[in-house]
Structures are given as structure tokens and as C-alpha cells.
């Protein structure tokens, strides 16, 4: 490993600012990840609640939804993870060859002050994401006290906030048992990740074949048109909800794409880490949108209406055991997925903003507190919120970020790194007093084609205001501010006089 630090090292000691046991590299003994640790991981994470609302999200057939029949909807999920996998791998490289987590990563192109930008804001998406989760756990428990306390669900809602007290509290109390685990470490969860896959998976194929024995059989759940049909609503207008479903399929691990290092710096080898990937996350994906495409199209023939919320389905099960033990699986199995998908980079991220001050604990404990913030219930209360607005929007960031990262690592630096000077304040990654003025420069005209977009999305101005051109091309926000980016940052490097990992550049 080139330039590793050791502990003889002077930047290698307690008084270095960039410098953690947390943010340190893997040593060779102790990066034990074999491939299938690796796709059991993916396993894990992908078999979750909001994967099986992506997919109900995608058949919707109300008038918020997109509309899409079930293979439809299938397709372009795979798609999107197909796609998603090749920078995952890619970024996964630098944490296999050198053992570094994201946030160093980041680094190499922005600095060593200047990868706290893309740090946090990916540890911002998290932050969302672990609120949706706590979300989920929270309701599952408002679920099962409503079985025995039916007077909880017919509380009053709290003015803005949009839920109602009993809600509020449920949420409370699961936010609270997630932050309990982070004080106590992530070992003690261990077990909840070993067992959390399989219990999903039971819980869906026991969905699915409810489904399938109460809607007369797969033919007329998967019969349900697509609304792109002709004579159908939407006929004829397939693209122009595609593409931005698949923007909006790629952001679900966008985040994921990035900071995969964190996880990558384990493995023993880089075949192992992609095939590892490869298996665990577009099958799973694929395999998991189907239980809930077809349990939500169920739902419209057996109630009349789609529910596209898992929860939701299982209240109209009224044997209050089954219904106890359904509840109480969800609520491990998103615990687990919580912590391991939510808690560990963003903790990681946030820890990079003052390594000496901010433990994996404090980066947790503000991971919580943003989380609430956030209001997750409102994300998921609209599917096309859900995916339009959360998902494009937050892609239309971590885009640009993706491209810049690849660009150099691949383009610029040929996967050369010096990593003593990843952890050098004076060192070759300095650049313009820790930032890279040439990364924030292609972040930025990454990220500005896809604002108008996204504030007509928002609806903070009128979209007669907005030129069509720039509202298409929000829904390709992932697409747009990856190409930019990449592109931008190369040229933009390529014309400094001297190779990309020479110190002279320091100042650009």
C-alpha cells in the first residue's frame, strides 16, 4: 500500500486533526470480508420495507401514482440497480486497495478540508433515510397497540406536524431504542443482522401468498393494466414517467454508491467485493420488488383500493397474533437495517468534521436528531413525493459527486493514491488551503442544471416560469450531473501543467 501511514509516522499520531482510529485504514490482517460476506450484506439491506414500497410505489394506479403494470415496474428497478452496481464497484476500488473509509476517499479530489462537502451531504441523505426507517419501526408499534388500544387510532392530528400523538410517541420510543444500540456499539446488533434477512423474507412470501390465495391466483394480480396501456389515462406518455422512475430506482442507493468504501475496505480482494455485489444487489432487489408489486396489486382486487405501504396491508389481518408477531418482525429487521445501512457512514461522515472531537457515538446521536427533523412521515405519505422529490431530488447531489469521484480516481490518478498524505494537512491533497477548487467547481455545474427542476417539482415556483427543457431534465438528475461533473472535473485537471498526483498542484 503506497505510503501507508504507521504509527512512527509524525502525521500518524493522537494530535493529528485528520486523523481517528475510526477513519484509519484497514490493516492487511484484519480486511476479512470474502464475497459472500458481501452479498449477504446486500441481502440484508435490500430486503427491506422501503424496497417493497418502491415497487408498489411504481403500480400505483391512483391518480398520484405512476401507474406502470408489475413487469414494468420489475424492469426498471433491475435497471437501475444494474446500473447503480457499476459506480458502486468502481468507488468500492479505492476502499479495497487501501483500506480507507469515504470520507478519506473524498480526499484525493476535494481536499483534505474540502471532502467534508460531499461527506455531509451524503451524511444528510442518511439522516433521511434513517428517519424513514425510524418511521416505519414507529408505526409498526402504533400498529400493534391499536389492535389492543383502538382508541389510539382515532387521536387527533398535531397541527402541522400531520400525525397524531399516539404516532409521535411510537416514533419517539423506536427513535429512542435505535439511539440505545449506537450508545452500546454496533456489535450488539450483530445477531439482528443475521437473522433480519430471512425474517423479511418469511414475512413476504407469507404476503405473497396471502396475495395469491385471496386474489385467485397470480393471473389476475399481475393482470392489472398498465395506465400507459392504450385507452388507459396515460397512454402513450411510458417515457416520460420512465425515466424519471429510474432516476428515481438509482437514487434508492445512490447514497450506498458512494460511500460503499466503508464496507469495501474490509474485503480481501477486489473479485471478491464485485462479484459479492453483483450477486446480492439487483437480484435481491428484483426478487423483493415482486412480493411487492404483486401483494399491492392484490390489494386492488381484493380491497378496491392499492396500498402500497406493507404496514397498512397487514392491519387488515385482524387475528391480533398473527398481527402482534408480523409487527414485531418488522420492527428487528428495520432496527437492523437502520443501523447498519443509516448509522455506520453518516456516523463516519459526520465524525470526519472534527475527528479529534466527533466519536462514532456523537456522529450517531446527530444522525438521530436530524432524523426527526426531517419529518419522514411526510416523505412517505405521497408516492410521487416519495420517489420524485426525495429520490430524484437528492440524486440531482450525489450525481455530481459520484462523477467527480471516479473521474479521479480512474481518469486523473490512474488508482494511484498516496495515502500518508490523505491524512496530511500540509500534504500533496491540500490543494487551495484544503480545498479543491477544481472539484467544487464541477460539483457545482453538476448540480445547477437540475435546480430549476427541482424547485418546479417542489412547487417553490411556478412551473410556467421554469423552461421545459430544464423541468425534463430534472428527471434525469443523476444522469445530468454525473456526466457533467465527470466531465468537467477531467478537463479542468487535464489542463493543470503537471500530472494529477504531482504536489504541484496543490494549489488548484
Known amino acids: 500500500m503506497q505510503g501507508a501511514p504507521q504509527d512512527s509516522n509524525p502525521h500518524w499520531d493522537s494530535s493529528n486533526p485528520l486523523w481517528n482510529s475510526d477513519l484509519a485504514p484497514v490493516p492487511a490482517e484484519k480486511r476479512t470480508w470474502h464475497w459472500w460476506n458481501f452479498a449477504a450484506l446486500w441481502i440484508s439491506m435490500a430486503a427491506c420495507i ?14 398520484n401514482g405512476v401507474g406502470m403494470n408489475w413487469w ?13 452496481l457499476i459506480p458502486m464497484m468502481l468507488n468500492a476500488h479505492a476502499g479495497t486497495k487501501y483500506g480507507i473509509p469515504f470520507p478519506v476517499y473524498c480526499r484525493a479530489s476535494f481536499g483534505t478540508l474540502g471532502a467534508n462537502i460531499p461527506a455531509v451531504l451524503r451524511a444528510l441523505v442518511a439522516c433521511g433515510w434513517f428517519g424513514i426507517q425510524t418511521w416505519i419501526g414507529g408505526a409498526a408499534i402504533y400498529q400493534i397497540l391499536g389492535e389492543f388500544f383502538p ?12 400525525i397524531n400523538a399516539p404516532q409521535l410517541v411510537c416514533f419517539l420510543i423506536f427513535w429512542a431504542v435505535n439511539m440505545w444500540v449506537i450508545f452500546k456499539g454496533i456489535d450488539c446488533i450483530r445477531w439482528l443482522l443475521n437473522i433480519k434477512a430471512p425474517l423479511l423474507i418469511i414475512l413476504g412470501l407469507a404476503l405473497l401468498y396471502w396475495a395469491y390465495s385471496h386474489a385467485g391466483g397470480f393471473g389476475p394480480m399481475l393482470s392489472q393494466p398498465s395506465q400507459f396501456d392504450p385507452g388507459q389515462p396515460k397512454a402513450g406518455q411510458f417515457w416520460f414517467f420512465f425515466f424519471p422512475a429510474l432516476t428515481g430506482m438509482i437514487g434508492f442507493w445512490a447514497t450506498l454508491s458512494l ?15 464485485m462479484l459479492g455485489q453483483a450477486i446480492g444487489l439487483p437480484p435481491t432487489m428484483a426478487l423483493y420488488s415482486f412480493i411487492g408489486v404483486a401483494v399491492t396489486s392484490a390489494t386492488a ?5 392499492t396500498i402500497w405501504d406493507p404496514i397498512a396491508v397487514l392491519t387488515e389481518f385482524k387475528d391480533p397474533i398473527v398481527l402482534f408477531i408480523a409487527m414485531v418482525a418488522l420492527c428487528i429487521a428495520t432496527l437492523a ?14 465524525a470526519h468534521l472534527a475527528p479529534r472531537k466527533i466519536s462514532f457515538r456523537t456522529g450517531g446521536l446527530i444522525t438521530g436528531i436530524i432524523g426527526i427533523l426531517i419529518m419522514p412521515w411526510k416523505l412517505m405519505a405521497d408516492p410521487t413525493g416519495y420517489i420524485f422529490t426525495w429520490l430524484v431530488g437528492y440524486s440531482a447531489l450525489l450525481g455530481p459527486i459520484g462523477g467527480i ?19 496530511d494537512a500540509n500534504g500533496e491533497y491540500r490543494y487551495c488551503h484544503g480545498y479543491s477548487l477544481t472539484a467544487l467547481a464541477a460539483l457545482i455545474l453538476g448540480v445547477i442544471p437540475s435546480i430549476p427542476g427541482f424547485l418546479a417539482q417542489v412547487q417553490w415556483v411556478d412551473t410556467s416560469l421554469v423552461p421545459a427543457p430544464l423541468v425534463g431534465l430534472y428527471h434525469y438528475a443523476w444522469f445530468a450531473g454525473f456526466g457533467i461533473a465527470f466531465i468537467v472535473y477531467v478537463v479542468l485537471r487535464k489542463t493543470a501543467s503537471a500530472p494529477a498526483i504531482s504536489p504541484s498542484l496543490a494549489a488548484s
Open 72 to 84: 414494468q415496474a420489475i424492469l426498471t428497478i433491475f435497471l437501475a440497480n444494474v446500473i447503480v
Open 301 to 305: 382486487i381484493i380491497y378496491g383500493k
Open 151 to 162: 382508541a389510539l387510532l382515532g387521536a387527533k392530528t398535531l397541527g402541522f406536524l400531520g
Open 405 to 423: 469521484l471516479i473521474a479521479d480516481y480512474f481518469i486523473c490518478r490512474r488508482t494511484q493514491l498516496n495515502v500518508a498524505a490523505l491524512y
Open 259 to 273: 460511500n460503499i468504501p466503508d464496507f469495501s475496505r474490509y474485503a480481501r480482494s477486489q473479485g471478491g467485493q
Open 50 to 63: 422501503p424496497t417493497y414500497m418502491l415497487a408498489s410505489s411504481l403500480v400505483d394506479q391512483s391518480a
Open 337 to 350: 437495517t437502520n443501523i447498519a445501512a443509516n448509522v455506520v457512514s453518516p456516523a463516519n461522515d459526520f
